[in-house]
């Protein structure tokens, strides 16, 4: 089994005439006509969204779009999930009138509107499942402009344990993360390859998903430190920066210091994290099996699965793990 086969699998992207992307965006239009209806989240009238659901390598910003993607995405690294074949991230812009629980109004208007769905409101965002193969997870933002006519964001969630806001930049860190990983496919495939091994090596550790690293934290660690020479991706390559990249992990979350960045309003990223040990464990295992070539062990049965199809190879009984 190789790098590179176990890349092309789980790699996804969003393409705007895609079949994906057309399902996707129907998806969006649902939860938008609730948001839309007159009276669901302002009284007595109509909340009306604009959508920015262009192609996700298009790096123009569009600042007066209301709905835009966010995370994986929208900077090409998402990887597919082996219970959902879309789990996207969006973010939506609301006006400036709407009051501090603007979450729970929207997150019961889509709950009484979409009871076929299940709706879940959570710490940082609300999450629609379809029960299809399709999951969006809905961040708030509010917005307005200041005395000096700049454009003030408001992230709205309730990370504290409290319904509260904070200043946020969420357009702005799709530009810095699209800009680091601009026209180097190689840290695209080295991050996508990285976390699927990481959840992989967290379902082996049987570490809890508070204890995972999450996908920003990971972006803000490569975006400052890891830097590989502009290279086609292959099997040395690969493994050699996926190597580097788990030492610059593992310097970073044994340093003791936050993972955040202050310019982008990112705070601490590791807030959900209660044992440190078990998020520096999951990097250590993904860094021994790739120094000792055994990366079967870091792929999800069903990728290997997969692979082996293609590849004509029966694996009855299951062979994972034997291979290099």
Do not use: W
């Not at 998402?78 to 603007?102: N, P, Q, T």
């Not at 809905?138 to 709205?156: E, K, L, P, T």
């Not at 830097?227 to 390559?237: L, V």
């Amino acid at each position: 089994m190789e790098l590179l086969e176990i890349l092309d699998e789980i790699s996804v992207g969003y393409n705007n005439n895609g079949e994906k992307s057309t399902k996707l965006k129907s998806k969006i239009n649902e939860v938008r006509k609730v948001l839309e209806s007159k009276g669901s989240i302002l009284e007595n009238r109509n909340l009306e969204f604009r959508m920015d659901l262009r192609n996700e390598n298009s790096s123009s910003s569009y600042p007066n779009n209301q709905i835009f993607f966010q995370g994986s995405y929208a900077i090409s690294t998402a990887i597919k999930h082996d219970s959902y074949d879309v789990d996207a991230d969006l973010g939506f812009y609301i006006s400036e009138e709407i009051a501090r629980d603007a979450r729970k109004k929207i997150y019961t208007s889509l709950k009484s509107s979409l009871p076929k769905y299940t709706v879940t409101l959570k710490k940082p965002c609300i999450e629609i499942d379809f029960k299809d193969g399709y999951k969006i997870d809905v961040a708030i933002y509010s917005r307005f402009r200041n005395f000096n006519n700049d454009d003030i964001v408001y992230f709205h969630n309730s990370i504290d344990g409290m319904e509260t806001v904070s200043q946020a930049k969420p357009k702005m860190i799709v530009e810095s993360f699209k800009a680091y990983l601009a026209n180097e496919p190689i840290k695209r495939s080295v991050i996508r390859l990285m976390k699927h091994f990481m959840k992989n090596a967290q379902k082996n550790l049987r570490i809890d998903d508070t204890n995972k690293l999450p996908s920003i934290s990971l972006m803000l660690i490569a975006s400052e430190k890891f830097k590989p020479q502009n290279e086609s991706p292959n099997e040395e390559n690969l493994n050699n920066y996926l190597i580097d990249l788990c030492d610059i992990t593992l310097g970073e979350l044994n340093s003791g210091r936050e993972i955040s960045d202050k310019y982008l309003l990112i705070s601490n990223t590791l807030y959900k994290i209660t044992d440190i040990q078990d998020t520096i464990n999951i990097v250590l295992s993904v860094k021994n099996n790739l120094k000792t070539g055994n990366i079967s062990t870091l792929t999800s049965e069903t990728v290997f699965q997969k692979i082996m199809s293609k590849k004509k190879i029966d694996t009855t009984p299951s062979i994972k793990g034997t291979m290099g």
